[in-house]
Structures are given as structure tokens and as C-alpha cells.
């Protein structure tokens, strides 16, 4: 397996994958898309409310809000030896505001300094003069696939790596071959046509539409067994964090399937 760099920030990454089918990448999406754990809020206590949005649609709201998330501090709620509620499995908010005002995630307190909303700036409800609303929100750990407020991934998928062949000294008009790719992935070099940063190529096969008055002298097709896997979260985890713990879960259920094996063997 061979795997390189693209791109990287704390938010989205973008590698290429060589050396796998089509099964195992699709299962490293998959697990991190809907088995990772991330904290979001999952009950909400309202004390009072005097804005102009029903309870049902405000606790909605509060559970879509990114939370950063240490798995090294809490356990998932069917994990911890409470009956409700825990410092080990849950982290509580508390919301006091008064109108005139807008109401952001920003003033959500946490009693965990190091658990807070990833963006201070998301609204929640519009205060209207003289109203006001309180409430406790609490947070736990849970997994994508019981709802989407835990999955930690924004964008998660794959794309086979575009492969461009261009006959030498085939086109004609090299400008216009130049001009016609939207992505900028065709280049003029030594009075020939070359393909350039090929992982940002869209298939489009417009080029190769163009080339059929010089004799098809493009084809778009795919690289065999090579693969563009972008990641972004929604900043509750870094991606390599999500990697690594898919990579981990991966692991585990091969590790499993193993162990049951040798037992049968046994």
C-alpha cells in the first residue's frame, strides 16, 4: 500500500490511496462516517422559554452544534457504571440569556472547559425584548449510526485516481485544448501537450471530446487500484484522529473474526 499527502489542515485532508480494492476503502469510509464517537447533546432540560421557538425545535438545534471531543475523558453512556448522567459519560451546559438578543454557541458554559462548541458564532434563538430563556443541556458520547449529530465527518468519500493519456504530437490547437479543461490540469510544455496535477482532474472528458478531430488523441480512464480519499470534520476531531481510530475499529473486528476462528479450530 502506498498512500500520499495532498492536502492537510485541522479540518480536511486529502491523500491518495494505491495498492487497495474497492472493499477495503469503502469500509475505511464507512466506520468513519457512522462509528467514531464524538460528544453532542442528547438531553435538554428547559426551565424556561419565552422565545418565539417550540422546545422541540431548540433542543434540535442545540444537538447539531459541534462539540469538541476528548475520547480520553469520558466513556460512552452504556460503558459507565451510573444510572444517569455521570462526570465520567457526560458533560452539562447551562444557558441563561436575556433579550434583546441573539443567542450564540458561544454562550453555552461548560462545566468542562476542555468540552465547548467548535464555533462560537452558530445561532440558536432570536431574544425579543424583556423575553428570556434558561435551560441545561447534556452531552454525551455516541456513534453516527444512531443519529447524525455523531458523526464527526462533514465530507467523507473516495474517487478513482483519473489516469490522462495524450498521444505526442498528436493535437493540433494546444491553446485550445489548454483553454477547454475547467480544472487547469492540461500545460503547454516543449511545444507539446502535457497533463499536470492529474489528482485534480474531474473527468469531465471534455478534452477528450475535443480530441476526436485529431484521432482521439486524448483518453480520460481511471488508474487501477488507486483511489483520492478527502476527509473533512466538522472540527469536533481532526481527521487524522478519525483515521486512526477507523484504522483501530478496523483492526478490531479483524482481530475478532480471528480470535473466533482459532477457537473453532480449537
Known sequence: MNIELIEKDKERVVFTVEGVDDTFINTIRRICLVEIPTLAIEDVNIFKNDAKMFDEVLAHRLGLIPLTTDLDAYVMPSDCDCESNCSNCSVSFLLK?????????????????????????????????????????????????????????????????????????????????????PRNVLKIENDDLVAENVDKCSTCRTCERLSEKDDDAITIGFEEGKYIFKLETDGSLEPFEVLTLACDILSDKADNIKNFVMNEEE
Open 97 to 181: 440569556e436575556k433579550g434583546p438578543k441573539i443567542v450564540y454557541s458561544k454562550d453555552l458554559k461548560s462545566d468542562d472547559p476542555a468540552v465547548k462548541p467548535v464555533y462560537d458564532t452558530i445561532p440558536i434563538v432570536r431574544l425579543r425584548e424583556n423575553e428570556e430563556i434558561e435551560l441545561e443541556a447534556i452531552a454525551q458520547l455516541g456513534l453516527g449510526s444512531e443519529h447524525a449529530k455523531w458523526q464527526a465527518t462533514t465530507t467523507c468519500g473516495y474517487k478513482y485516481y483519473p489516469k490522462v493519456t495524450i498521444e505526442p504530437g498528436k493535437c493540433s490547437d494546444l491553446e485550445e485544448y489548454v483553454e477547454s479543461c
